[in-house]
């Protein structure tokens, strides 16, 4: 590999597909060479954007090609596991979407092979990447929001309805990574609850509360059978609380000066509780496409050799809570809570 550019081959390129593609194209130290896609129309649409990039239908293309240093896939997930060990197995780096597999013990295989060769594995975990989410880890570490007690987190729609994943694993991989990625540990037990109401055995809408070792939850609320489009999250801390909105066109953030505290200096029951009401603060937020820092810290992680943020350990952490929420959801007789390890 020439130690100034990395050459590449996106795999994929539907739905979400046209726009890694896009962002791979556009980024520094790299060079687009190969567009692969089962669609020969598909194909076809792409090879009009990209000129400079070969096309071919076959996979294998890129995986015999020696001077390919990375591939990037974008295929529907059944599809992630036996291209991303493939690729790894030809000698190349890989950015995998999320979730990276479908099993834990998929994902684990991947990690395994990847850290013994030596190569980058970076699963597509968007909002890790967000400025906005970069920004919330930057309240929690300055310890601006106190201790932070509990977040919760909705992605909720009406459709896109799928009909070979649940909403859990449709929607919720965002959140479980966003969640990892600002506690900064894994927690010790899962509860959840969800139910089918379009397709049978497919769940619709999902509740799971995350249990921390250090005492704090997270709750995730998924679905694609709601009235409204939500992509929120609060956080809830001892001094202050904060809560981004996706959705919104502005102020993204915005941090409230409010709190309780519990008075030991006060005899009487209904004074023992201190209510603070404060400010709102909403901070500049870069517009910044998260997808063009993702994509240009996998580029960099293979130039200038460190750990991608979400690497393929970070995937195999959300993978195994989807299993374990997976698990609760089907289970036959009623679980309280399923340890995640």
């Not at 090609?65 to 591939?71: K, R, T």
Request: hydrophobic fraction near 40%; charged fraction near 20%; aromatic fraction near 8%.
């Amino acid at each position: 590999m020439s130690h100034d550019l990395v050459r590449l081959g996106v795999v994929g390129l539907g739905g979400w597909g046209k726009f890694v593609v896009r962002n791979f194209s556009q980024r520094d130290r790299s060079e687009l060479v190969y567009i692969c896609d089962s669609n020969p129309f598909t194909l076809k649409q792409h090879q009009s954007l990209y000129p400079q990039a070969k096309t071919t239908q076959e996979y294998s293309d890129l995986l015999e090609d020696p001077s390919i240093d990375a591939i990037v896939i974008a295929t529907p997930a059944p599809f992630h596991f036996e291209m991303v060990k493939a690729a790894l197995n030809a000698g190349k780096h890989v950015y995998v979407e999320k979730p990276m597999t479908l099993t834990s013990e998929h994902s684990e295989e991947l990690v395994e092979i990847s850290e013994s060769r030596g190569l980058k594995l970076m699963v597509g975990h968007l909002l890790e990447y967000h400025p906005a989410v970069a920004k919330m880890k930057q309240q929690i570490d300055s310890g601006d929001l106190g201790d932070v007690h509990y977040m919760y987190c909705q992605r909720v729609n009406l459709g896109v309805v799928r009909q070979f994943e649940n909403a859990f694993w449709s929607l919720a991989p965002h959140d479980i990574s966003i969640i990892l990625y600002l506690f900064g540990q894994e927690p010790t037990h899962i509860t959840a609850s969800g139910q089918s109401f379009l397709q049978p055995g497919i769940e619709d809408v999902v509740f799971a509360t995350l249990h921390f070792p250090d005492g704090r939850l997270a709750n995730i609320h998924v679905s694609w059978l709601d009235p409204h489009k939500k992509r929120s999250m609060v956080l809830v801390g001892s001094e202050k609380m904060l809560v981004f909105d996706d959705m919104a066109a502005s102020e993204k953030i915005r941090i409230y000066d409010k709190g309780a505290q519990f008075r030991n200096d006060t005899a009487g029951a209904l004074q023992a509780i201190n209510v603070r009401h404060g400010d709102i603060h909403s901070p500049h937020i870069p517009g910044t496409e998260p997808l063009a820092l993702e994509t240009q810290h996998f580029i960099d992680s293979i130039l200038d050799d460190f750990t991608p943020r979400s690497d393929g350990r970070d995937g195999l952490r959300v993978v195994r809570i989807l299993e374990k929420v997976e698990q609760i959801l089907h289970s036959e007789v009623p679980v309280p809570a399923i340890k995640v390890a």
